[in-house]
């Protein structure tokens, strides 16, 4: 079971998000829907904690700071119901075909990754880079959750999917807003 809490962030996120990105590459998958979704959850909120982690160490703006924290204490909580899912009995009949790029399932998860693939050029203060970074990571977990609500069969897991779409929907905006009203910030590269 993949770790629930970030052990070490690495100084910058943009390699904190390399090393997400190679975790979620590497991570075993079974070709259980609902139990690839919940261990690629799990290391995507982990990845998101180390993102705030990073805010929380560089960051100077109180309302990322605040947003960091929030992470921090809500991705904990999903982790636990996610973690629950990854210990019960795999149904049988429903398995995608992890590796087979043709398989609906498989193509979903590829999508939903690619935002933290083709991340921008970082801008000028930590506060902003966070800001840009933590907007494409919410795309993707929003992109995984709905995956799990097209496919998955686990109801435990389909609401979880649901309260993740809903915060880190509401999340984006948060940052979005916050992008905007701070113009200057983004002027260099981070």
Not at 152 to 173: P, T
Request: with cysteine.
């Amino acid at each position: 079971t993949p770790n629930a809490t970030p052990v070490s962030a690495p100084r910058r996120l943009r390699d904190t998000v390399q090393l997400l990105l190679h975790q979620l590459d590497t991570l075993h998958r079974t070709g259980d829907w609902d139990a690839d979704f919940a261990r690629l959850m799990q290391v995507h909120h982990t990845g998101a904690q180390r993102l705030a982690a990073v805010e929380i160490s560089q960051g100077q703006d109180s309302t990322l700071r605040g947003l960091a924290q929030h992470v921090l204490k809500e991705h904990e909580r999903d982790t636990h119901v996610l973690m629950l899912a990854t210990t019960r009995e795999r149904p049988t009949g429903r398995d995608c075909r992890p590796g087979n790029s043709q398989d609906a399932f498989v193509r979903r998860i590829a999508a939903a990754l690619a935002p933290l693939r083709q991340l921008p050029p970082l801008p000028g203060t930590p506060d902003a880079a966070f800001a840009t970074v933590m907007q494409r990571h919410h795309q993707s977990g929003v992109a995984l959750a709905q995956a799990e609500l097209t496919t998955g069969q686990n109801a435990q897991l389909k609401q979880a999917a649901r309260e993740i779409v809903r915060d880190e929907q509401q999340e984006i905006k948060q940052y979005q807003r916050w992008l905007e009203a701070h113009p200057v910030d983004r002027v260099n590269q981070f």
